[in-house]
C-alpha cells in the first residue's frame, strides 16, 4: 500500500538523519567528550562474567567515576565495550541487558573475554541505535503485503479506511471514583471493537482513567492485555499504578527508575523468584566449572589436550543448552500467567514476548509516539486504545524533511481526525486553578474544560493572584543568536526578580521546605544555561534553590509545579518568534502551573501571532497584564 510505501521512505529519511547527528557527535571525539554527552561510560571495571546461551557472554561493568552524568546507556541499547589502548582494534560489541544504578551488564557474542579486556582503561560506548529502526521498519513492511489486511484486522482502520464500531448493547460499567467523562471514557474503551481513543488534557487523570479501563477489560473476558507506551518512564508510571489495582503485571525490559515495587514486576525479577531457578542456578555453575577445566589447556598444547578441551567446551555447551530450555519454560510459565505484559512500543518486540499476540493492546502518551514505532504493537492486537493529547508536544522528529512531510504527525492524530465518534476527551482538570486553565481551554480545547472544585480556586498564600503576562516591550530586552539557539539575559535578569519579589511576598507564609514548588520554563536550551547562571546570584532565592527547577519546556512534559515562570526570549524588531510558533509547545507550558502562573515576554514580538495575541487579550480581560515598567524600581 502506498500508505506504507511513504511511511517507510520518511522512516528512512529520519533514520538517516539520526545516524548523522549521532557519527558527528561521536566520530572525532574523546572519550571524555562521549562521557559528557552521555554516549560513554569511561573507565569501567569488570565486576563478573557469565556465560549465557547461544555463545554469549554476559559482562557485568561498574563504573567508578563520573558517576552523576546522565547517559543513554539503556537497557536493549547496542553498545560496544573498548580498550583506551587502541578502540578502533580492540573492541568488541554487544547489547546492554541490564543496567541499574552504575552497573551494567552487557552481553556479548564471544565465548570468553578477548585478552585485551585485561590491560589498559576500558569503557563502553552506546552505538547507534539501529535495532529500534529495524524493529519500526519491519512493522511497516508487514503492514504493507498486500493481503496485510486478513492477517492484520487493523490496518484498515487505523489508516483511515474502515470506521471503527462499538457494541451498543453493553451494559453500563461499574467503576468507582471516577468522574463522568472519565467514566463515558472507560464505557467506550470496554464497548470498542476496534477502535478506542481517550484524549486527556493536561491534569485530567489519563492515567487513572485508563488503570480503570484496563481492569474493567481484564473483567469483561480475562484476556491478556498489551500495555506499551513511548517512554521508560510512562511504562514504569502504568506498570506500577495496574500493580497497585491488584492485576498480575510483567514488565518486560528494563525500568528507567528503579523502585523495589517495580523491579518486583520485571521479568528478570520474577525468573529469579520462580521455583525452577534453583535447578539453573546449579546447572550454570557446573558449565562454568566445565569451561574453566576446559582453559586450563592453551590453544598451543597437543592434540590430545586439544580435543579434551574441545570436550569440556562441549559439555559446557550441552549444559547451556539445557539452562535455555528450563529458562524458556520459565518465561513460558510467567508470560502465561501476566494478565498484563507493559512494555516500550518497541520492547513490545522483545526476544521474550515477540511471538505474542493480544485481544487488546492500550498505547499511552500516544501523543509522543512516532507512527512506525505504534505500528510495532498495533500488528498485534484485534482491538487498540490509543491516549494521549495531540494538543501538546509531538515526538522530537531530527529530519526537518521528514517532518515537512508529515512525520510528526502521530497515529492519534490521525486517528482523531478520521473517527471523531471514537474520541472520548477527559474534560475535568485536577491541576489548575481556573483562571491559568481558561486560554488553554478556550483555544485547544474547545473550552470543554472544567476545573475540579477541589483546584479551581486554589492560590498561594497571601492572596497571590494566579495569572500574570508581564510585558517588556519598551524595555530594551534585546534577544541575543547563540548558535541555533536565542538568548535574553536582561529578561532573564528581569524574570528572576520578580520571581525573587514573589518569594518575599510568600517568605512569612512558608519554611524553605514547604516553599510552593516552583518552574523556571524557556523555550531554548541556551536561555536555561543563562537562567541558571543568573539564579546563582540572586541572594533573595538561595534560600529555596532546592524547590526550584530550571528546564526546557519539553523536559516539564508530564510534570506539575505549584507556580511556573516562563521566560518567552524572543524580542526582536521583526516579530521573528521562531518555533514558539508551535503553539503546542506552550500549551505544555502554560498548563504545567497549579496556583500562578507568570509568563515574561515582548508583546510587541508575540503578537504578530494571533495565539499570542489572543493571549494578550485574555490576560487583559483577566486583570492580568502587568508592564515591566511597574517594576522600573525592581
Ligand atoms: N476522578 C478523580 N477524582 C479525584 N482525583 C482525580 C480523579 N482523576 C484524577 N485525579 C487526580 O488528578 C491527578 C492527575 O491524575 P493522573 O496522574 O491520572 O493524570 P494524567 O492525566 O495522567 O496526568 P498528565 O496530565 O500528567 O498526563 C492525580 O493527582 C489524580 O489523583
Redesign the pocket.
Known sequence: MDYFKKQLELLGTEREEDRQSYLKLTQSSSAAQRRANGLCWYPVAIRGTEPAKGDYLVVELERTTHTDIAHQLRFGASAVLFSNHDPQQDRIEGVVSYQGGNRLKLSLRTEELPDWARDGKLGVDVLFDENSYEEMQQALKLAAKPDAEKEYKLVPVLTGNRAPTFDTTLAPIATR???SS?QEAVQKIVAANDLAIVH?P???????TLVQAIKALWQQDHKQILVVAPSNTAVDLLSEKLADEGLNVLRVGNPARVSEKLMSLTLDHKMTAHSHMKEIRNLKKQANAYRDMAHKYKRNFGKAEREQRKALFDEAHKILKEVGNTEQYIIDDLLARAQVITATLVGANHYTVRHLKYHTVVIDEAGQALEPACWIPALKAQKLVLAGDHCQLPPTIKSQEAARNGFSTTLLEKCVQYYPEAVSLLQEQ?RMHETIMGYPSATFYENKLQANVAVAQHSLAGQEPPLAFVDTAGCGYDEKQEGTSTTNPEEAAFLLRHLALLAGNLAPHYTPETFPSVAIIAPYKEQIRVLKEQLEHVPALQPYLARISVNTVDSFQ?QERDIVYISMTRSNTDGIIGFLSDIRRMNVAMTRARKKLVIVGDSATLCQHPFYAGFMQYTEAQNAYQSAWEYADL
Open positions: 471514583g471516577l468522574n472519565q486527556g493536561p491534569g485530567t487523570g489519563k492515567t487513572t485536577y508530564g
